[in-house]
């Protein structure tokens, strides 16, 4: 009995959750208007083993394929920065601190004029081993790891800027 009321309250509020105003971002499949506005970007090639991450790792997630002429670039300046924390007593460094920030820009190529003006960031923690190989693979494994972090922050700010302009 309590089974067959707590499903009838359940199908009574199913209707309210249908206004509640959510749409998926992607909506629409290749055809909508996120991907469509993601698959004219341009990304700006970036100097340094950084920035080549970054762009690698934007322009996988935007678009496989690209039609037409871009209607947006996007520019990205790097700032890559490696901090010792962890210092023992004999001033050896046992801990770093990889902190990567992206601030990037939308341009209209029609226009020329910045339409998205933002920053992305993140960081990681990495463990000084005694080994300077094992140290340099660690600081490279952090990068990658922060490059990729960086692009989902750009990708997702841009997605939420082409549904924004649609609602125009």
Not at 119 to 126: E, K, L, N, Q, V
């Amino acid at each position: 009995m309590k089974r067959a009321a707590a499903l009838l309250a359940l199908a009574a509020l199913l209707p309210g959750l249908s206004a509640c105003g959510l749409r998926p971002l992607y909506g629409g499949g290749a055809a909508g208007p996120v991907q469509t506005m993601l698959s004219g970007v341009e990304v700006a090639p970036i100097q340094g083993e950084a920035g080549w991450l970054v762009v690698n790792a934007v322009r996988d997630r935007i678009a496989a394929t690209r039609a037409g002429t871009p209607a947006y670039r996007l520019d990205i300046k790097i700032d890559d920065q490696i901090v010792g924390l962890g210092v023992r007593r004999d001033d050896v460094v046992t801990r770093e601190r990889r902190t990567l920030r992206a601030r990037y820009q939308l341009v209209d190529l029609a226009t020329g004029q910045v339409v998205l003006d933002a920053t992305a960031g993140s960081d990681a923690g990495i463990d000084v081993a005694r080994s300077e190989y094992a140290t340099i693979a660690a600081e490279k494994s952090a990068l990658e790891r922060l490059s990729g972090i960086i692009a989902d922050q750009i990708v997702a700010r841009l997605a939420r800027y082409a549904r924004a302009k649609q609602g125009q």
